[in-house]
Protein backbone atom coordinates (compact mmCIF):
# COMPACT_ATOMS: atom_id res chain seq x y z
CA UNK A 1 0.00 0.00 0.00
CA UNK A 2 1.58 3.59 -0.99
CA UNK A 3 1.47 6.03 1.58
CA UNK A 4 1.71 9.96 0.69
CA UNK A 5 3.09 10.92 4.29
CA UNK A 6 3.06 14.57 3.56
CA UNK A 7 0.09 17.03 2.42
CA UNK A 8 -1.69 19.89 3.08
CA UNK A 9 -5.79 20.36 2.75
CA UNK A 10 -8.21 23.20 4.13
CA UNK A 11 -8.09 27.04 4.06
CA UNK A 12 -5.48 29.08 5.51
CA UNK A 13 -6.16 32.52 6.82
CA UNK A 14 -3.37 34.18 4.76
CA UNK A 15 -2.71 35.68 1.30
CA UNK A 16 0.73 35.95 0.43
CA UNK A 17 0.39 32.32 -1.61
CA UNK A 18 -1.11 28.69 -1.93
CA UNK A 19 0.37 27.92 1.57
CA UNK A 20 -1.45 30.20 3.50
CA UNK A 21 -4.86 30.60 1.79
CA UNK A 22 -5.97 27.54 0.02
CA UNK A 23 -5.21 23.75 -0.27
CA UNK A 24 -7.76 22.11 -1.87
CA UNK A 25 -7.68 18.63 -3.08
CA UNK A 26 -9.54 17.66 -5.97
CA UNK A 27 -6.71 17.38 -8.09
CA UNK A 28 -4.63 15.96 -5.87
CA UNK A 29 -6.84 13.30 -5.09
CA UNK A 30 -7.21 12.75 -8.92
CA UNK A 31 -3.97 12.18 -9.69
CA UNK A 32 -3.25 10.07 -6.41
CA UNK A 33 -5.63 7.75 -7.62
CA UNK A 34 -3.99 7.52 -11.23
CA UNK A 35 -0.97 7.02 -9.21
CA UNK A 36 -1.86 4.23 -7.25
CA UNK A 37 -1.86 6.26 -3.59
CA UNK A 38 -3.90 4.55 -0.96
CA UNK A 39 -3.77 6.89 1.84
CA UNK A 40 -2.54 10.24 2.63
CA UNK A 41 -1.74 12.41 5.83
CA UNK A 42 -3.34 15.36 5.96
CA UNK A 43 -1.78 18.62 7.28
CA UNK A 44 -3.30 21.77 7.81
CA UNK A 45 -2.16 24.70 5.35
CA UNK A 46 -0.48 27.74 7.16
CA UNK A 47 -2.83 29.69 9.45
CA UNK A 48 -3.12 32.00 12.16
CA UNK A 49 -5.33 29.44 14.64
CA UNK A 50 -4.06 26.25 14.10
CA UNK A 51 -6.73 24.97 16.61
CA UNK A 52 -9.52 25.80 14.04
CA UNK A 53 -7.10 24.63 11.10
CA UNK A 54 -6.83 21.40 12.73
CA UNK A 55 -10.94 20.99 13.19
CA UNK A 56 -10.90 21.56 9.09
CA UNK A 57 -8.32 19.07 8.32
CA UNK A 58 -10.38 16.82 11.26
CA UNK A 59 -13.47 17.02 9.29
CA UNK A 60 -12.03 16.12 5.86
CA UNK A 61 -10.63 12.75 7.73
CA UNK A 62 -13.70 11.98 9.33
CA UNK A 63 -15.65 11.87 5.80
CA UNK A 64 -13.34 9.34 4.80
CA UNK A 65 -11.03 7.81 7.23
CA UNK A 66 -9.95 4.51 5.30
CA UNK A 67 -8.10 7.15 2.67
CA UNK A 68 -6.72 10.01 5.20
CA UNK A 69 -4.61 10.01 8.45
CA UNK A 70 -4.43 13.89 9.98
CA UNK A 71 -1.59 15.42 11.79
CA UNK A 72 -1.94 17.72 14.26
CA UNK A 73 -0.32 21.48 13.28
CA UNK A 74 1.15 23.79 16.36
CA UNK A 75 2.70 26.83 16.56
CA UNK A 76 5.27 26.29 19.41
CA UNK A 77 5.24 29.85 20.37
CA UNK A 78 1.79 31.54 19.43
CA UNK A 79 0.42 27.68 21.41
CA UNK A 80 2.94 27.64 24.16
CA UNK A 81 1.04 26.54 27.17
CA UNK A 82 -1.88 24.39 25.37
CA UNK A 83 0.38 22.76 22.85
CA UNK A 84 -0.28 19.35 24.99
CA UNK A 85 -4.07 20.39 25.28
CA UNK A 86 -4.39 21.26 21.27
CA UNK A 87 -2.64 17.13 20.65
CA UNK A 88 -5.11 15.75 23.51
CA UNK A 89 -8.15 17.19 21.37
CA UNK A 90 -6.64 16.44 17.96
CA UNK A 91 -5.96 12.53 19.42
CA UNK A 92 -8.40 11.66 21.41
CA UNK A 93 -11.73 13.69 19.76
CA UNK A 94 -10.33 13.69 15.95
CA UNK A 95 -7.62 10.58 15.81
CA UNK A 96 -5.00 12.05 14.82
CA UNK A 97 -1.77 10.16 14.87
CA UNK A 98 1.08 13.13 14.45
CA UNK A 99 2.23 16.12 15.36
CA UNK A 100 3.53 18.81 12.38
CA UNK A 101 5.23 22.24 12.79
CA UNK A 102 6.84 24.49 10.48
CA UNK A 103 10.68 26.96 11.38
CA UNK A 104 8.66 29.00 9.02
CA UNK A 105 6.33 29.53 12.38
CA UNK A 106 8.90 29.29 15.15
CA UNK A 107 11.93 26.60 16.53
CA UNK A 108 10.66 23.20 17.57
CA UNK A 109 9.92 23.87 21.81
CA UNK A 110 11.26 21.44 24.38
CA UNK A 111 6.70 21.53 25.08
CA UNK A 112 6.27 20.25 21.44
CA UNK A 113 8.73 17.42 22.23
CA UNK A 114 7.57 16.35 25.72
CA UNK A 115 3.74 16.21 24.07
CA UNK A 116 4.95 14.37 21.03
CA UNK A 117 6.33 12.16 23.67
CA UNK A 118 3.58 11.67 26.33
CA UNK A 119 1.59 10.85 23.46
CA UNK A 120 3.67 8.68 21.53
CA UNK A 121 2.91 10.58 18.30
CA UNK A 122 5.87 11.10 15.53
CA UNK A 123 6.97 14.91 14.68
CA UNK A 124 6.45 16.13 11.31
CA UNK A 125 9.24 19.15 11.70
CA UNK A 126 10.15 21.70 8.55
CA UNK A 127 13.53 22.63 9.77
CA UNK A 128 14.24 25.09 6.38
CA UNK A 129 17.55 23.72 6.57
CA UNK A 130 18.47 24.33 9.64
CA UNK A 131 19.39 20.94 9.94
CA UNK A 132 21.69 20.79 13.64
CA UNK A 133 18.99 20.65 15.35
CA UNK A 134 18.47 17.11 14.52
CA UNK A 135 21.45 16.66 16.99
CA UNK A 136 19.34 18.35 19.78
CA UNK A 137 16.34 15.92 18.85
CA UNK A 138 18.16 13.02 18.90
CA UNK A 139 20.05 13.43 22.33
CA UNK A 140 17.25 15.32 23.91
CA UNK A 141 14.65 13.27 23.10
CA UNK A 142 15.57 9.75 21.87
CA UNK A 143 12.01 7.90 22.68
CA UNK A 144 10.49 10.19 19.80
CA UNK A 145 10.51 9.82 16.00
CA UNK A 146 11.22 13.12 13.99
CA UNK A 147 10.48 13.23 10.64
CA UNK A 148 12.54 16.41 8.69
CA UNK A 149 10.76 16.43 5.65
CA UNK A 150 12.15 17.55 1.73
CA UNK A 151 15.36 15.77 3.09
CA UNK A 152 15.88 19.11 5.56
CA UNK A 153 15.86 22.01 2.52
CA UNK A 154 12.76 22.32 0.09
CA UNK A 155 15.00 25.49 -0.49
CA UNK A 156 17.43 22.95 -2.10
CA UNK A 157 20.05 23.42 -0.02
CA UNK A 158 23.01 20.94 -0.51
CA UNK A 159 24.65 21.40 2.56
CA UNK A 160 21.51 21.12 4.65
CA UNK A 161 20.56 18.04 2.70
CA UNK A 162 23.93 16.35 2.87
CA UNK A 163 24.42 17.16 6.62
CA UNK A 164 20.99 15.81 7.07
CA UNK A 165 21.96 12.23 5.78
CA UNK A 166 24.28 11.97 8.36
CA UNK A 167 22.00 12.33 10.86
CA UNK A 168 20.13 10.08 9.34
CA UNK A 169 22.85 7.29 9.71
CA UNK A 170 23.64 8.57 13.37
CA UNK A 171 20.19 8.58 14.94
CA UNK A 172 18.29 6.33 15.55
CA UNK A 173 14.95 8.33 15.48
CA UNK A 174 15.43 10.39 12.92
CA UNK A 175 13.83 10.00 9.45
CA UNK A 176 13.39 12.54 6.12
CA UNK A 177 10.63 12.12 3.73
CA UNK A 178 11.44 12.52 0.31
CA UNK A 179 8.76 15.48 -0.78
CA UNK A 180 10.03 18.54 -3.26
CA UNK A 181 14.00 16.90 -2.93
CA UNK A 182 14.80 17.99 -6.42
CA UNK A 183 18.54 16.69 -5.88
CA UNK A 184 17.98 12.85 -6.81
CA UNK A 185 22.07 11.72 -5.68
CA UNK A 186 21.23 12.94 -2.16
CA UNK A 187 17.93 10.62 -2.11
CA UNK A 188 20.12 7.90 -3.11
CA UNK A 189 22.52 8.66 -0.96
CA UNK A 190 20.30 8.75 1.95
CA UNK A 191 19.01 5.25 1.21
CA UNK A 192 22.87 3.92 0.96
CA UNK A 193 23.90 5.50 4.07
CA UNK A 194 20.84 5.43 5.93
CA UNK A 195 19.08 2.35 4.82
CA UNK A 196 15.39 2.20 3.22
CA UNK A 197 13.73 2.93 6.89
CA UNK A 198 14.67 6.16 7.44
CA UNK A 199 13.26 7.58 4.31
CA UNK A 200 9.12 8.27 3.63
CA UNK A 201 7.30 9.01 0.47
CA UNK A 202 6.17 12.36 0.65
CA UNK A 203 4.35 14.65 -2.16
CA UNK A 204 4.05 18.03 -0.28
CA UNK A 205 0.77 17.80 -1.97
CA UNK A 206 -1.69 19.54 -3.08
CA UNK A 207 1.34 22.14 -4.66
CA UNK A 208 3.51 19.28 -6.02
CA UNK A 209 2.49 16.46 -8.47
CA UNK A 210 1.83 13.29 -6.01
CA UNK A 211 2.21 11.25 -9.26
CA UNK A 212 5.85 13.06 -10.04
CA UNK A 213 7.27 12.60 -6.63
CA UNK A 214 6.00 8.93 -6.69
CA UNK A 215 8.27 8.44 -9.89
CA UNK A 216 11.24 9.40 -7.93
CA UNK A 217 11.44 6.60 -5.54
CA UNK A 218 10.72 4.32 -8.28
CA UNK A 219 13.94 5.63 -10.05
CA UNK A 220 15.48 4.38 -7.01
CA UNK A 221 15.94 0.73 -8.14
CA UNK A 222 15.34 -0.27 -4.37
CA UNK A 223 14.93 -3.95 -3.70
CA UNK A 224 10.79 -4.82 -3.17
CA UNK A 225 11.25 -4.97 0.69
CA UNK A 226 12.97 -1.82 0.98
CA UNK A 227 10.35 -0.22 -1.46
CA UNK A 228 7.55 -1.00 0.34
CA UNK A 229 9.71 0.50 3.57
CA UNK A 230 10.02 3.96 1.93
CA UNK A 231 6.16 3.74 0.11
CA UNK A 232 4.45 3.11 3.09
CA UNK A 233 5.65 0.43 5.33
CA UNK A 234 8.15 3.18 7.75
CA UNK A 235 5.10 5.37 8.46
CA UNK A 236 2.83 2.87 9.51
CA UNK A 237 5.55 1.43 11.79
CA UNK A 238 6.22 5.40 13.05
CA UNK A 239 2.54 5.81 13.55
CA UNK A 240 1.52 2.52 15.71
CA UNK A 241 -0.51 1.25 12.69
Request: proline share 3%; charged share 25%.
Amino acid sequence: MIIDCHCHAGEGDGFSGPWDSDAGLERYLARARQAGIARTVLLAAFHSDYAQANRSVARIVAADPGRFYGFAFVHAQRDRGRVRAMVRVAVEEYGFVGIKLHRHDARISREVCETARFFRLPVLYDVTGEVAVAELLASQFPDVNFILPHLGSFADDWSAQLALVDHLARHRNIYADSAGVRRFDLLEMAVRRAGAHKLLFGSDGPWLHPGVELAKIGMLGLARDDEALVLGQNLLRLIGH
